[in-house]
């Protein structure tokens, strides 16, 4: 065994000593300062004089060491030699080291402080764990969701809105991002950024779940064949959640989880024992775009509804607010809102939703009432306005049922949202369908995933075809102008929203040149996935959908008020209350109808007016008009469409 040199065994010891921190690299700068002043006084001490004892003489060096005003003062050469030597190692040894280490420890400091690892002390709060695109529309919403989260805040005996995001490194460029999300602006500063993932029970503790008004668990995106999944670990975040309350034995806080695989509810029930509310991502944007083909301008409804903005939301208000009513008379009282239906509280637990309930239903103590409005003020009882007339509403009239043709539907496109979008279709029996979906993803990689999660491709005649939309001879080899409807989808397995975003939008600009060629137009619907992209095509003929947009207003509106997740259930699946648009001809409005007319007459076939769509845009280039003053008069133009709430 070859020997150590003495220079490297120091050199080794002195630099175990520098790793430890700041505290001991102090400990080693004061230990060479002692040393100098030492050397220093103890060369002095032969002269004699002011030197005779020792310690004044290391006194005399200590000083001139730290601070160079001493030199002055020196006499004789020896004297100011060795002077000048301890000036010049005092700048070397106690400013420049001394201050590098406490520099370097503040910026330590201050960049662990910034990456938010310092636990939370706040209640009644509320925690959204996971950062992605969804999180800045769902701050936005918590953000503007006014008149709703001041009762939310009541209820929870408190009077400010804190909120908590944990992202798996918090950074100023999240600042950034919610700074420039529409209306969150300068109210950024209030979030509080907190750094970790879900799957991790420190992080947990660190922004205080068990102490929370809500949790919101969105979903986040993983790598194509990642093991870990979003619904695995919204799994484990529950888990840790519930351990962590177990252990310290305080009650669970309310969590609203997505999930994009409704299959693992049970999990979710039996991981999660506490109050919560399970949002389907997958399956709510697949019957969005299922019931917008169905019914094609409904984006426009979806927009307005389940977005942040300045028009119309639904809203539930408690059965105390008007214990007693009918619904008529319930209706009447609220000349800013429409009254959609009731919730019924069921024995064995749970909701009835009952929208389109008639209207002499009695709304009891337990019962919530539906609305849709402008503002959550606008769902209360206005004394200073007039009572509507009342308003008796007929027996629901079935449609005529006529024979169908079926409808041709092209996808263009492939994420996970697939294979529930095809059961989504195969859920309405009696309507026929043609699926073709087109992807460059090989066509056994796909049956696969759809044989997987459950998915009946016979059963909407789907076709597997393997193409690149983006290419322009490919694209006009699927002939699009010869379908019903053209689907673009954004891909999942492009590296981020922004890029799958630019595929999709180019391939709808390649499509546009092919369906101008051709004198018939199908209905064309685009998914986008990125917020930031909400306005570059809004110009253009196609209708869009901004998915993290929809889930992010579901999950902030469900965790404000719970019962909202039922009605949206209902209102978009097979089999309930449907808002749909129908041909004014198809009811006897008079030459000059208002809108509160247009409720009577619109009644007496048993179901809700909500507004009307436009054939002709406004100045602002907006179609739909959704729930208008009452005296607003229709003046109904050629192509002009009414928005009603209808059973099917």
Known sequence: MLPFRVVDRLKFVLERQLVKGAGFQLLVVGFFIGLISLIGGLLVVPQGGEFDDPGSAVWWAFLRLTDPGYLGDDVGTWQRIVSTLLTVLGYVVFMGTLVAILTRWLIAKMAELERGLTPVTLKNHFVVLGWSAQTPPLVSELFGSTGRMRRFLEKHDTHKLRMVVLAHEASAAQVHDLMSEPGVGRRAREVILR???????????????????????????HDVGSLVTSDVESVKALLSIAAQARHLDVPLPFVVVEIQDMRKLSVIERAYPGAIEVVAGDATISRLLVQNVLH???????????????????????????????????????PKAIVLGLLQSRPEGGWHVNL??????????????????????????????????????GEVVPPVQGTSAGQRILVLGWSRRVPSLISEFGSYRGRRFELDLVSTVPVDERRREISRYGADLLAVNGRLLEADYMVEDDLRRLDPASY??????????VGSGEEADAR???GYLQLEDLLAESPRR????????????????????????????????VLAQVALRRELRVVLDELFTVGGAEIQFRDPHDYPLPASTDFQLLEKIVAEKGEIALGLYRMVADERGRRLVMNPPRNY?????????LLVLARN
Do not use: W
């Not at 799957?199 to 668990?217: G, S």
């Not at 977005?307 to 609220?334: C, S, Y």
């Open 504 to 506: 999709a939008m180019v």
């Open 296 to 334: 094609p301008h409904l984006s426009e409804v979806y927009n307005e509804l389940l977005t942040a903005g300045d028009g119309n939301e639904i809203f539930v208000r408690g059965g105390e607010t008007a214990e007693g009513q009918t619904l008529a008379e319930l209706a009447a009282n609220r």
């Open 484 to 493: 019903d409807t053209v689907m673009l989808l954004s891909s999942d397995r």
């Open 356 to 393: 389109l309930a008639p209207t002499d239903t009695i709304v009891g103590n337990e019962d919530r009432v539906v609305l849709m409005a402008r503002d959550y003020d606008d769902t209360g009882p206005d004394p200073k306005a007039e009572s509507l007339d009342l308003i008796e509403r």
């Open 522 to 553: 199908p209905q064309v619907i685009m998914e986008l996935s990125d917020p930031d992209n909400r306005h570059l095509l809004y110009a253009n003929r196609s209708e869009m959908l901004i998915t993290p947009m929809v889930l992010s207003h």
């Open 195 to 221: 750094s970790g993932s879900a799957i991790q029970p420190e992080a947990l503790h660190r922004v205080a779940c068990l102490d929370a008004a809500a949790v919101i668990v969105p979903s986040h995106v």
């Open 633 to 641: 008069y229709l003046d109904l133009g050629e192509g002009d469409q």
